[in-house]
């Protein structure tokens, strides 16, 4: 016997197959929204219909509704600088220090090592496309984990050939550890602490 209708059960589904979502929290997630009044449902479906207008910028590849992110928009960002990202929750983090003011490119992930892998979902010819250009320095800031500073060292080897400044993020993030969970202070050390890659 089902304990839920279809459309109730079909959203525990949904909720449970997100990341860090198990079935007993998106149980009580349904259960929340189903206890919501018809406005706050409406305006909350609203939200997730809009998710179709987003996209990845046509520069970094960070999210954006436009061709371009507002970073990337923006006149006022330090232009000759880049800050290689794994993922849009990294550029976010690192955001949120106000201490970083130049451009970024958002990787798409990290290589994956497996016999199998071919490594096409990551952006590195777009990256080593925009490095023709003006920039002098490209951070890396992908997670210090054992991927993280494989794909590290993978792309400073490929932008050596251009003769610029390569640095890495410091290492006041832990061994181990997500950008995007680090506090602010963590971070703002960590890129006020690069060092030569």
Known sequence: MALYPKSFQSLISHFSSLPSVGPKMAERIVLYLF???????????????????????????????????????????????????????????????????GLYHVLGGVLETSKNATNNHLR?????????????EVILATNPTTEGDLTALYIKKKLEPYGIKITRIGRGMSTGGDIEYADELTLRSALDNRTQA
């Open 124 to 136: 590195i010819a777009e990256l080593l496309h925009r490095v023709e250009d003006e920039v002098e």
């Open 35 to 101: 206890k919501q009044d018809t406005s706050k449902l409406e305006d909350f479906a609203a939200s997730f219909q809009k998710l179709k207008d987003l996209r990845s910028c046509t520069e970094c590849f960070h999210i954006t509704e436009d061709e371009l992110c507002a970073i990337c928009a923006d006149g006022k960002r330090e232009r000759s600088t880049i800050c290689l990202v794994e993922e849009p929750l990294d550029v976010i983090a690192i955001e949120r220090t106000g201490s970083y003011h």
